[in-house]
């Protein structure tokens, strides 16, 4: 025989003696383990997932060792099978008893980069475990920056099989990005495709900033920005790689981009494919849409907008559950797109359950949904329903789930609350360039757990004492209108800048509901009581004003709030318009007053505030205006000028006028401290006036224009809300008196 086909008949025999002993078997009769000693044997037995009566052969045993390696707790195993009984020896790995980072100074980075290792003290062991740990350290401190950082490990052994784990960490000083560059067909300049990215080339002045250090997450969500930027532009099929060079040394990075944009892509035909049962009529807006952006550069955002809007009108329109998707057809440099909506079942709650509310009743709490038991399930209606609970300031928090029923056309909806303590002892203090204020107060927002808010307040300035109690049901009769009643006391003395002084007592009955979305009304009925008082110095005219008055007025107010958001808005507007009318009143004062807000974000972050104010306040009969119903400039208004002193001025005394009206505009501007929520930047410009009285005397109207323009900071300090404006008048009036620098400071202990 030939060593060819001798080597070939040891082969054959190797192989089905492989195969014979892997298809052996025996049935297992007993289990010996020796070398635990931490671990039990009944421990281990289970682990291996074996019991007495099983069938053993060659791959039973692998299998039983590959469990064992798995649990992490042996360094060594090896079995022996012999006379149906199974030995398995092990040798246990050791157990971890301390584990410390050495090089790493900073608490916080070391928790970061340490979180999601899988070693920790009192844990087994495991030399592999060991190098993955390595690895995800050195990964997120190349995250951060640091890319030529270096770990070594050390272990000491210890007694009871146990040792000391070390990591000897040199971080090194982070990279930096000396250079950002892009290459390839990239249409746009280098400064454009800049401002698009996070990260940002090293400055020596940038010392607060992180986006100069090189960050491969940022760096990949460039990427997508850039990627999206491109495609927003038309560019469809753009291709965007990174790389990173090193440059000058090995702590200054080149990143760089290689941009193919390929061929600009434009909107051409679009079509809308609704199913049989769906209104066409309600989807005008969507052809409007398609209409307006037929020729234009294709915009993924665009896309977005359209399957919004589809959504949303099938949401209200209270259609049957639908998924909206676009299909694309590109051809040339051409893309037609096919909307499609694809009909579900109609889902309708079949039950809501209110969990959590120990406090407060349950009736309160669905007085605050939009939706009942029985209606068809509308994404929209549910979250304003939870919006609408949180608003309400009661619950710590608010969570929902949504449950399927048996039956798959009925859901049963959730919420689960955790209420919160709702009373509230309030003291507060401010002072500033306009004086000092001390506030005290008691609030209580959910009486006895109905919903009502009971809230009195006490107010001490320099030249006022003002005290209020009020109580409000914000669900009256279980609707959804609020009815409020409101006692307050008052003395002013203006007798110094204003010449009278005003003491009135009274009380407001009064009601609010939104009429419709976003559209809000109130009314209420004003009773009060005052006395004036006037000093030696005032004008003849005013002294004839002096005395008591009792005025009862009917107030009306409307309110479109069409804002994105309450707090911070960015986009939307606000139109508000008030009046008040007398019904029996000493001296018949109609006032109306009217505010337009309008907010547009002209950049990311960057939100441009507008606003008209305006208000008048005139006798409908032939007797002049109390002193006290005379108007005055907010100081938010009109910064650069003295509060209360602008405008008509008789003698010494700054007596307001008739009309007041401003113009506001303000501006965020780019924040000193990065990622600072307590710091709020603006730059403002104010242009306003105050005039017209229905007297004559002595009078310097001054109705020239005030403007003024500046910068204001808000600070949201440790011992409270201080805000600083620093500004500069433009135009003013001969009376008029500027002021360059307003500080406040108040606090709520």
């Known amino acids: ?233 038309g560019y469809v099929n753009v291709e965007i790689n990174t790389s990173f060079a090193k440059s000058l040394d090995k702590e200054n990075f080149e990143l760089i981009f290689n941009v193919n944009a390929n061929e600009k892509i434009f909107f051409n035909n679009f079509n809308l494919d609704l199913p049989d049962d769906f209104d066409a009529t309600n989807f005008k807006k969507i052809n409007n849409l398609f209409n307006s952006l037929k020729g234009q550069p294709y915009s993924i955002n665009r896309i977005d907008k359209i399957l919004k809007t589809l959504k949303d009108i099938t949401i209200y329109e209270q259609y049957v559950s639908s998924d909206a998707y676009v299909e694309e057809n590109i051809y040339e440099n051409k893309i037609d797109l096919k909307f499609i909506i694809k009909e579900t079942d109609k889902i309708f709650i079949d039950k809501i359950n209110i969990f959590g509310n120990n406090v407060t009743k349950e009736s309160v709490i669905r007085n605050q949904l939009e939706l009942d038991e029985g209606d068809p399930f509308n994404e929209i209606l549910f979250t304003r329903s939870i919006n609408n609970l949180k608003s309400l300031n009661f619950f710590k928090d608010v969570k929902t789930e949504i449950i399927d029923n048996n039956d798959e056309e009925t859901k049963t909806l959730i919420i689960n609350v955790e209420e919160k303590p709702t009373g509230e002892i309030m003291a507060g203090a401010g002072f500033g360039t306009s004086g000092t204020s001390t506030t005290f107060g008691v609030k209580e927002n959910n009486y006895l757990g109905n919903g009502l808010k009971l809230d009195a307040k006490l107010n001490l300035s320099e030249e006022s004492v003002k005290g209020k109690l009020s109580i409000q049901n914000p669900n009256f009769n279980n609707s959804d209108k609020s009815i409020y009643v409101n006692v307050q006391s008052s003395e002013t003395d203006k007798l110094t800048d204003s010449g009278y002084k005003t003491s009135k007592t009274g009380f407001t009955l009064g009601t609010n509901f939104e009429y419709y979305d976003d559209f809000f009304l109130g009314t209420s009925i004003n009773s009060y009581y005052e006395s004036i008082e006037t000093d030696s110095t005032a004008s003849s005219q005013q002294k004839k004003l002096k005395g008591n008055y009792f005025d009862n007025f009917l107030s009306l107010n409307f309110d479109l709030d069409k804002r994105n958001q309450k707090f911070q808005t960015t986009q939307g507007f606000r139109n508000y318009f008030a009046t008040d009318f007398p019904i029996i009143s000493e001296t018949n004062t109609l006032s109306n007053t009217l505010i337009l807000t309008n907010y547009f974000e002209y950049f990311e972050n960057h939100v441009l505030k507008s606003s008209f104010y305006f208000k008048n306040s005139n006798s409908i009969s032939d007797k002049n205006i109390k002193l006290s119903e005379r108007l005055y400039l907010p100081s938010n208004r009109l910064r650069g000028f003295e509060s209360g002193k602008v405008g008509p001025k008789d003698g010494n005394d700054f007596i307001g006028g008739n009309y007041i009206t401003s113009i506001n505009f303000s501006s965020d501007v780019p924040k000193i401290l990065e990622n600072s929520q307590t710091t709020d930047i603006k730059i403002f410009l104010d242009i306003a006036n105050v005039w017209g009285v229905d007297y004559d005397s002595s009078l310097e109207k001054s109705d020239d224009i005030k403007s003024a323009f500046g910068v204001g900071l808000d600070w949201f300090s440790p011992i409270g809300p201080m805000n600083f404006s620093l500004s500069q008048h433009l135009s003013k009036g001969s009376n008029d008196i500027t002021e360059s620098f307003r500080f406040n400071l108040g606090t709520t202990f």
């Open 1 to 233: 025989m030939s060593k060819y086909n001798l080597k070939k008949f040891l082969i054959i025999i190797s192989f089905f003696y492989l195969s014979f002993s892997s298809s052996y078997s025996e049935i297992l009769k007993n289990v010996v383990v020796k070398g635990n000693d931490r671990i039990s044997t009944e421990t281990i037995i289970v682990f291996s997932s074996i019991k007495l009566g099983d069938e053993i052969n060659n791959d039973k045993i692998n299998e039983i060792i590959n469990a064992l390696y798995n649990t992490k707790f042996f360094e060594n195993i090896s079995t022996r099978f012999e006379n149906q009984i199974l030995t398995i020896e092990v040798k246990e790995n050791p157990i971890i008893n301390i584990i410390e980072f050495k090089g790493v100074k900073s608490n916080t980075l070391k928790d970061e980069i340490t979180k999601n290792i899988e070693l920790k003290p009192r844990s087994s062991f495991n030399i592999f475990l060991l190098e993955k740990d390595k690895s995800k350290i050195l990964n997120e401190l190349k995250n951060r920056g640091y890319y030529n950082a270096v770990i070594s490990t050390f272990t000491e052994k210890k007694d009871n099989n146990t040792l000391d784990l070390v990591y000897d960490i040199n971080i090194g000083n982070k990279s930096k990005i000396k250079r950002i560059i892009f290459t390839g067909n990239k249409i746009y300049k280098d400064k454009k495709l800049k401002s698009i990215i996070i990260s940002e080339e090293y400055k020596f002045w940038k010392f607060i900033s992180g986006k100069k250090y090189l960050n491969e997450n940022i760096v990949s969500f460039d990427k997508r920005l850039l990627k999206n930027f491109y495609q927003n532009q």
